[in-house]
């Protein structure tokens, strides 16, 4: 049973940092690519940045090029720093997990419960 636990959400104002973290319950972390995804109220789930098992691919949405950074180490864990916050960019934060190691292809599979993060203007 893999568990992805996160933490790190809270509120800060516009052009704020935070950093997110995903604790991954799970043998063999580096033979999953991770990710994170957004949801904001009344909008669908969209994805956010994705990172290889092995950490040499990441891939991001437009919207947050230049500002978030993905990043895994060899404890399980699973970062997402975050810069020049923005209100737009509030939403419940999802960690997920692929069943593979490449971030092309196939689907997220696991997730976590979520964290909220609030952006204030």
């Known amino acids: 049973q893999v568990q992805l636990v996160e933490s790190g959400g809270g509120l800060v104002q516009a052009g704020g940092s935070l950093r997110l973290s995903c604790a991954a319950s799970?043998?063999?972390?580096?033979?999953?690519?991770m990710g994170w995804f957004r949801q904001a109220p009344g909008r669908e789930r969209e994805f956010v940045a994705g990172?290889?098992?092995?950490?040499?691919?990441t891939s991001y949405v437009d919207s947050v090029k230049g500002r978030f950074t993905i990043s895994r180490d060899n404890s399980n864990n699973t970062y997402l720093q975050m810069n020049s916050l923005k209100p737009q960019d509030t939403a419940v934060y999802y960690c997920?997990?692929?069943?593979?190691?490449?971030?092309?292809?196939?689907?997220?599979?696991?997730w976590g419960q979520g964290t909220q993060v609030t952006v204030s203007s």
């Open positions: 997920s997990m692929k069943r593979r190691a490449l971030l092309a292809g196939g689907t997220f599979d696991y």
């Open positions: 799970i043998r063999t972390f580096g033979n999953y690519a």
């Open positions: 990172i290889s098992g092995s950490g040499s691919s």
